[in-house]
Every structure is written in structure tokens, then in C-alpha cells.
């Protein structure tokens, strides 16, 4: 083996167990948005019904973060993540339990809680394992795991329903996290406790990070930062979009052009691959800039306003009368998202100390399920009475210049933070 492969070993082993949880956690949260029509016939849903249902798994989630990104500075990710997968898991198999918008709503808050603790545990393991010119990077790759999720849901979920009926779809995806748990404790250690890694890759880990405070810092002192304050708005009027695409688009896909769970497949695979990829490169290009010479600060930025130009197109796709252009547009946006998401993680530890990036990370997402829990019941509100996505995607494609704006104005230079300064 040569020496450049033993020096990236380990960290890249890491981060795909990071990508597999990635995964199990966007196959257990979309088995409800593909198995939506069929659950509603069952079981009489209203409209309004599933936006309460999706608006409880924001919620919890919501609440969830802002505990789990405090708890995993604490406990660490090892013991944390672990915590947190069992519990989505056997959230995920209660569904096949529940016979009522209710009971489906308290299934899907217990989900929420758990899947709440999955990108600050990510993050914060990034943040161990990887030096920051390759943070944003493994990000995205680790990130990509999400449209994995959402690219293999269709068809396991399609399979065992025709197969099984739509219950076993919620038992054999909600099982995957317990085989997950146990490749996690045997293989997750911090950088300076595995007992296998070499010397060169652990000064390689540690090449370009600064000495830390050694406590976490508490949510109050972290609040005063005006970073703080706009990634939290960032995540607040964009993460509300990801989750419409993630539970809405089927119905819309359905509704609008007839498709049924088998026809659905493919469209859904073809936006979330391209997705996928989009986080990738997000990672990438902004990776790329860097080791081109420029500033932390301009690589971040400028992929972040590249990414609001992917997502424009979208405003159009509820006029457009063929399937695959639409898919196409939807898929286009989704990339977009991905990318900014990759980034908009990263600048967290950019700029915050190892110990405050998971607890600012839970933070943002905090503000970004509050966006979402909101943006779920007036979606559901509104495609009741109206019967047109034709605002929703208006609204939807233009957040993201909103977003960097925010970025723009209160974060004049990514750079990391002094923790005793330059507060608000």
C-alpha cells in the first residue's frame, strides 16, 4: 500500500459509515411521501391532514436539534450518534402500528427526534476527522447520502409495498439503522484514541485546525455572535424547500401528470442522482477554489451564489406541460440545494471551534425545522384550497438569493472565529 492511500485510510472509512447513516436516514424519512396516496385512500386522509402529519416530524425535528447538537458536544458522536439511530429506527417501524392521522403524527414526531441528531453528528465527525481545506469536500460527499436515500427508497419502498403492503414498508427500512449501529461501535474512535491510525495521517487531520476551548460553549454565548445569527436565517428560509421537494414532489408528480408508484420511479431517481451529484460538486468546486489560491470566504460565497442560480428554474415547474423537463428543472434545483447545503455546513466549521460545531449546527437546524414545520402546514393549507404548487415553487426558487444575502451582509469574512470577540 502506498503511503498517500495509509495516510487517507482511516478518515475515508469514517466517512462512509457518515454516508451509509446518511442514507437510512432519507430512506426512513421519505417512505411516507411515496406511500402517501395509498395511505390516504386507506386510511381517509385530507390534505390537510398529511401537512400535519409532515408539520409534527418538523417540529420534533426542530426540537430535537436544538438538544442533540448540545448533547454530542457532550457525550461525543460515538456514543450520540448511536442514541440517536436506534431511536429513529424504532420510530421508523412504529408506522406500520398506526391507523390514524394522529398516531401517524406522533410515529413521525418520534422519527423527527431521532433523525434530528444525524447532520450535527456528521458535521461534528467531519470536524474530527478532516483538516479544512477538506471539510467541504467530505461533506458533500457524506451528504450525497441523502439523495442515495431518496434514489433507493422509491424502489425498496415500491417493491415490498406491491409485495408485502405498504406496513412492511416501514419495518424492513426502519431495521436498516441496527445493522448501521453496529458497524458504527466497532469502528468510531477520535483521531487521538483509534489505535491504528498512523502519525502522518493524524498530523495530516490536524495540519490546519487552531487550538480550541476545551468546554462547549453554551447556546446563550454562541447567540451573541452575529454568525450565529445568519447561518441560523439561512437554514431558516432554505431548508423548508428540501423537505417540499422531499415529501411533496411524488403527490405533485401524481397529481399532475398521473404517475403511480411504479411510474414514479424513475423521475425520482433521476432527481435525486443528480442531486446527489450536485452536493458532490458543491463540495467540490468550493474545495477547488480554495487550493486555487483563494480566500475560505470567496470559495464559499461564490459556489453558495452559484447554487441560487441553479435553483431559479424551478419557479417554472408548475407550468410546464412534459414530465421529464419538469423533472429535469426540479432535479436542477435539488442539485442547487445539495451544493448550498454542503456549504453552508462547512462555513459552521469555518468559523466555530471543534466544540461548538455540532451544538451550532443543531442550532441552525433548530431554525431551519421551525422554517419547515411552518412552510409544511401552509403548504398543505394551501394546496387544499387551491390546488396549485404554481406559488409554492415561486416561492420556493427564490430563497436561496435571500440566503446568501444574509451570508453577504452579516458575515463580511468566513474566517475562524475569536470567541472573545466581535460579538453582536
Not at 277 to 284: L, N, P, R, T, Y
Amino acid at each position: 500500500m502506498s503511503a498517500a492511500r495509509v495516510i487517507h485510510s482511516y478518515r475515508w472509512r469514517i466517512l462512509v459509515l457518515l454516508f451509509f447513516a446518511t442514507t437510512i436516514n432519507y430512506i426512513d424519512r421519505q417512505v411516507i411521501g411515496l406511500l402517501k396516496p395509498y395511505i390516504a385512500e386507506d386510511l381517509g386522509w385530507s390534505e390537510s391532514d398529511y401537512g400535519y402529519i409532515v408539520a409534527a416530524f418538523q417540529a420534533a425535528y426542530a426540537i430535537g436539534l436544538l438538544l442533540t447538537g448540545r448533547m454530542l458536544d457532550r457525550i461525543g458522536t460515538r456514543l450520540g450518534y448511536t442514541i440517536a439511530i436506534f431511536v429513529w429506527s424504532v420510530a421508523g417501524m412504529a408506522h406500520a402500528a398506526a391507523r390514524s392521522a394522529f398516531s401517524f403524527g406522533l410515529a413521525r414526531f418520534l422519527l423527527g427526534l431521532g433523525e434530528s441528531a444525524n447532520f450535527p453528528a456528521a458535521v461534528k465527525s467531519v470536524a474530527e476527522w478532516f483538516p479544512k481545506k477538506e471539510r467541504a469536500l467530505a461533506t458533500g460527499l457524506f451528504n450525497s447520502g441523502s439523495n442515495i436515500g431518496a434514489i433507493t427508497a422509491p424502489i425498496i419502498v415500491a417493491a415490498i409495498t406491491l409485495a408485502y403492503g405498504w406496513q412492511w414498508a416501514f419495518i424492513i427500512t426502519g431495521a436498516l439503522g441496527f445493522i448501521w449501529i453496529l458497524f458504527w461501535l466497532i469502528s468510531y474512535r477520535l483521531p487521538e484514541n483509534h489505535p491504528k491510525l498512523s502519525r502522518e495521517e493524524f498530523e495530516h487531520i490536524h495540519s490546519d485546525q487552531e487550538d480550541v476551548p476545551v468546554k462547549p460553549m453554551k447556546w446563550k454565548d454562541l447567540f451573541t455572535y452575529r454568525e450565529t445569527i445568519a447561518i441560523c436565517l439561512t437554514r431558516f428560509v432554505t431548508d423548508w424547500v428540501w423537505w417540499f421537494y422531499l415529501f411533496w414532489t411524488p403527490d405533485f408528480l401524481n397529481n399532475r401528470f398521473g404517475v403511480d408508484i411504479k411510474l414514479m420511479v424513475l423521475p425520482l431517481i433521476i432527481i435525486y442522482s443528480i442531486s446527489g451529484a450536485g452536493g458532490i460538486a458543491g463540495g467540490w468546486l468550493s474545495s477547488f477554489f480554495i487550493k486555487r489560491g483563494k480566500s475560505i470566504d470567496y470559495a464559499r460565497k461564490t459556489t453558495i451564489f452559484i447554487c441560487a442560480f441553479m435553483v431559479l428554474p424551478v419557479v417554472f415547474a408548475s407550468m410546464i406541460p412534459s414530465i421529464w423537463v419538469v423533472t429535469g428543472i426540479i432535479a436542477l434545483a435539488a442539485a442547487g440545494h445539495a451544493a448550498f447545503a454542503s456549504n453552508i455546513f462547512t462555513v459552521v466549521s469555518d468559523i466555530f471551534p471543534r466544540k461548538a460545531v455540532a451544538t451550532v449546527v443543531g442550532m441552525s437546524g433548530f431554525a431551519g425545522a421551525i422554517g419547515g414545520t411552518l412552510a409544511a402546514s401552509f403548504v398543505g393549507l394551501l394546496l387544499q384550497f387551491t390546488g396549485s404548487y404554481l406559488l409554492v415553487f415561486l416561492i420556493a426558487g427564490s430563497m436561496y438569493f435571500l440566503a446568501w444575502g444574509f451570508l453577504k451582509l452579516m458575515i463580511p469574512v468566513i474566517q475562524p472565529k475569536n470567541m472573545d470577540s466581535n460579538r453582536m
